[in-house]
């Protein structure tokens, strides 16, 4: 993952929508030069890429009254700070280096929400999603957890970079369900990892080589609820001269045409510069894990602690732990989960007798 040879400029908008049936917007959405230390780039452009590269945040918070607000409005503030105080000191402005802030600043931002909400009982079980995106050189990186989506727009096709950390996720992945069953379940909503309430996290780590022309499409599921990711390339394809303003718009009008049953966020940025290279040279766009050396990650459910495995004697069980879902109780999730398990032991030990 070579830095680029020339040039990267971007060109971003972003917007946000209470949508239908909310009271209060509990998104939140950043955009950030960590070159020069500003949140001022969705105006004007296109922006230079500096040594230090940029920031694209979106957050959909979750808690209920002002707790999802607060979550999501501390995690692009956190991750912000973060990067900073940390990143911009370091003496190595490498990629591998740039990956490890960006994981580390996703982790504490946890470790600080979680926190929060634990000496602030009014909040309690208060948590956000985050997909996060760092642009250095000619390089995507993302840091994702929860359900909120990153999609990269290229040759009037859109792919999906991120992948959600959902129950119903876990069961396409598993073959349980097809995309198209997942997108129509009941059961959509549950997640199974959030920033905050539980102290430990798994982040996502991915990446992708941006070409000339590529554009970033990164927002809450209060639109890819609602929207299609083939719409999403149809709708820019038909914004004359990538008309960002005009995209993000359009994708918010539509996800308010079909209920607004959520708070919709979308961030755009279209790429382009010398630095980058024809999209017939990089291939087509992928969910691509980045290599930190690490297994795989395998989500713990975002309001309870991993369960207990069973006892030896036990034959094993397909585990599917009770996962998060946005409005649920961390108390009445974990008690869920330990009273499946009892019961299990309950009924091995009355069949042995």
């Not at 600043?105 to 909400?117: D, T």
């Not at 999609?151 to 073959?175: C, N, P």
């Not at 980045?290 to 495995?309: H, K, M, N, R």
Request: charged share 20%.
């Amino acid at each position: 993952m070579s830095p680029a040879a020339g040039p990267v400029t971007v060109t971003v908008r972003a917007r946000t929508d209470l949508g239908r049936t909310r009271d209060h917007n509990e998104d939140a959405f950043l955009v950030a030069d960590l070159t020069t230390r500003t949140v001022d780039l969705t105006n004007g452009g296109p922006h230079q890429v500096g040594e230090r590269g940029i920031l694209f945040l979106v957050a959909d918070g979750m808690g209920g009254a002002a707790a999802g607000e607060l979550a999501s409005s501390m995690a692009a503030d956190l991750i912000f700070r973060h990067l900073i105080e940390s990143w911009n000191t370091e003496n190595d402005p490498a990629p591998e280096n740039f990956t490890q802030h960006l994981r580390t600043a996703v982790e504490q931002a946890n470790e600080r929400i979680h926190l929060y909400s634990r000496e602030h009982p009014d909040v309690r079980g208060m948590g956000t999603t985050a997909t996060v995106a760092g642009v250095l050189g000619g390089v995507l990186y993302l840091a994702q957890v929860g359900d909120s989506r990153a999609y990269l727009v290229r040759g009037g096709v859109a792919t999906q970079l991120t992948k959600d950390q959902s129950l119903m996720q876990r069961l396409v992945d598993a073959g349980e369900l097809t995309e198209e069953e997942a997108e129509h379940s009941e059961r959509r909503n549950i997640i199974l990892q959030a920033l905050g309430p539980d102290a430990r996290i798994r982040v996502d780590l991915t990446w992708q080589r941006l070409s000339r022309g590529d554009t970033l499409v990164i927002c809450s599921d209060g639109l890819s609820g609602q929207v299609k990711r083939e719409e999403i390339a149809e709708l820019l394809k038909s914004q004359a001269q990538a008309d960002l303003d005009g995209l993000c718009a359009q994708l918010i009008a539509v996800a308010n045409e079909r209920g607004g049953p959520d708070n919709i966020t979308v961030v755009a940025a279209r790429f382009d510069g010398q630095g980058l290279s024809e999209p017939a040279e990089v291939g087509d766009a992928s969910y691509q894990h980045y290599p930190t050396g690490e297994p795989d990650s395998d989500e713990v459910p975002a309001l309870q602690s991993p369960p207990a495995p069973p006892p030896p004697a036990v034959a094993p069980v397909a585990e599917a732990p009770p996962p998060a879902r946005r409005n649920g109780s961390p108390t009445v999730m974990a008690g869920v989960g330990i009273g499946v398990l009892l019961l299990l032991l309950l009924l091995y030990l009355v069949l042995r007798r």
